[in-house]
């Protein structure tokens, strides 16, 4: 290295004797530029030659190579020195970045032969393809690009095909790239700036520390006579809720959305779809409202009961060329909960929802799919999600009754007793008694929700509400 190109290294802050046991050599090039050859080794033996001007940040560089070049990690062969296996891989986009870094004392350093790339994708990245076996070995590697644009891109691309979970990468305290804190700052900054690299943040991998503090919501008692110890609701869970036909599951939510609207002024979103909501749902809201048979009211005391269904409840009604999708559903859901701070949803029944899954998909996979879409749609939000689902056939033991079911019997798919955070069976023992036993059989949040448990209540039609026997 003659004294003119070692001092040009010198002014950038890079050592022109560990430049030389690099095998970097003085060279001629076109114009008064000072050029200098860069050896392309691969296992100790030389596959080409990159050229390039000794130019101080910020002024025009010129780049060239030898025809025949592979595209390679520049001093790749640190990797297969099984004495620096303790060192951490620091890649650079540059090689006097690359340079910079050795000196500094992190001897395991390559660069990329380009540069950053033009794009995230191409024969631009085919160097990775050369060093796959190599870099399967690597537990922690740096990314030390730099900090514009194309560096970006280049760190994305490296973290996105290495594995951004062994990643790190840095941030540099002057200049865009480790040439930069080493002209500007010393080869201790830079020693400094690697040992402080950070891993590439990963969303959803926190500390305790880093965790929000949530606050507390509240879980409020359905006032249902029992149940006070068994269920109580919270914005952003999901409850399932089952039952043979006609033993009423439909009557039970009703009671349930109808006592949350008059106890906690709440607002509830109905999508049902078994039973019509002029005349039929509009008699039983009518009379929970009066506390009295919808005949025997007159027309202002309907009024009045309307003018309360209006202030607390939407419904979901689709038209007769509409499919009631759980898509078509949830936009409905979230509508309510903006414009009026609905915050109960309710689909009775799920039975009746439209399906709309792939052509490849079992009928299970899309329940399954849609009722983790149900969850995230229950805490983004902030709702309570209640489903009536009906099960399957159970049949009729020996006495022709019909047995209790399960949140397993559910039909189609077993997710609506693995995801839901509360479970309940409305059962009747026999048609002919009006007697109801209602019974949480799933409580994932036992301190705030309620234990598991069951109670045997009647129908008192003239309220519609479930009342003690």
Not at 59 to 77: A, L
Request: proline share 6%.
């Amino acid at each position: 290295m003659d004294e003119r190109h070692a001092g040009a290294l010198g002014r950038r802050g890079l050592d022109a004797r560990i430049a030389a046991r690099l095998g970097w050599r003085a060279c001629g090039g076109p114009g008064d530029d000072l050029w200098i050859a860069m050896p392309v080794v691969d296992q100790g033996r030389r596959v080409g030659t990159k050229y390039r001007t000794i130019t101080q940040p910020g002024q025009p560089k010129h780049i060239d190579q030898q025809k025949g070049t592979p595209q390679i990690f520049h001093n790749i062969d640190c990797l297969r020195r099984p004495e620096l296996s303790g060192y951490p891989l620091v890649i650079t986009e540059g090689e006097f970045d690359m340079l910079a870094a050795i000196q500094s004392g992190y001897l395991r350093t390559v660069s990329v032969p380009s540069g950053a790339p033009s794009s995230d994708s191409g024969a631009e990245w085919s160097y990775l393809t050369h060093a796959k076996s190599l870099l399967a070995e690597q537990k922690l590697i740096v990314l030390a690009t730099d900090a514009d644009p194309p560096g970006q891109i280049l760190q994305a691309g490296l973290a996105a095909r290495l594995g951004r979970s062994r990643c790190k990468v840095l941030a540099y305290p002057t200049g865009k790239d480790l040439g930069d804190v080493l002209m500007g700052l010393g080869e201790q900054a830079v020693r400094h700036t690697i040992a402080q690299a950070y891993y590439i943040p990963l969303p959803g991998l926190m500390r305790l520390s880093e965790l929000p503090e949530l606050k507390p919501k509240t879980a409020l008692d359905t006032m249902i006579p029992g149940l006070t110890e068994h269920l109580r609701i919270r914005k952003g869970d999901f409850l399932a809720i089952t039952g043979p036909p006609g033993h009423g599951k439909s009557t039970f939510v009703c009671n349930l959305v109808s006592n949350m609207a008059w106890h906690w002024k709440t607002r509830a979103v109905l999508a049902s779809m078994e039973q019509s909501i002029k005349p039929d749902l509009r008699r039983v809201l009518r009379s929970y409202r009066s506390e009295r048979l919808e005949r025997d009211m007159g027309e202002e005391e309907k009024q009045r009961a309307d003018d309360w269904i209006n202030d607390h409840f939407y419904f979901v009604q689709p038209s007769d060329d509409e499919e009631m999708t759980l898509s078509y559903v949830l936009e409905r859901f979230a509508a309510a909960r903006y414009r009026v701070g609905a915050t109960i949803g309710v689909i009775d029944p799920w039975n009746e929802i439209s399906v709309d899954k792939p052509a490849d998909w079992t009928h299970e996979q899309w329940v399954s799919q849609s009722l983790r879409q149900v969850k995230r749609f229950a805490r983004k939000y902030d709702m309570a999600f209640i489903i009536v689902a009906h099960p399957r056939k159970l049949g009729r033991d020996k006495n022709g009754k019909v047995p209790r079911p399960g949140l397993w019997d559910i039909a189609d798919s077993a997710s609506f007793a693995n995801r839901c955070d509360l479970g309940v069976v409305v059962y009747r023992d026999d048609l002919t008694v009006n007697r109801t036993e209602i019974s949480v059989v799933k409580s994932r949040g036992y301190y705030a929700l309620g234990k598991c448990g069951s109670v045997t209540l009647k129908w008192q039609a003239e309220t519609s509400r479930f009342v003690e026997t």
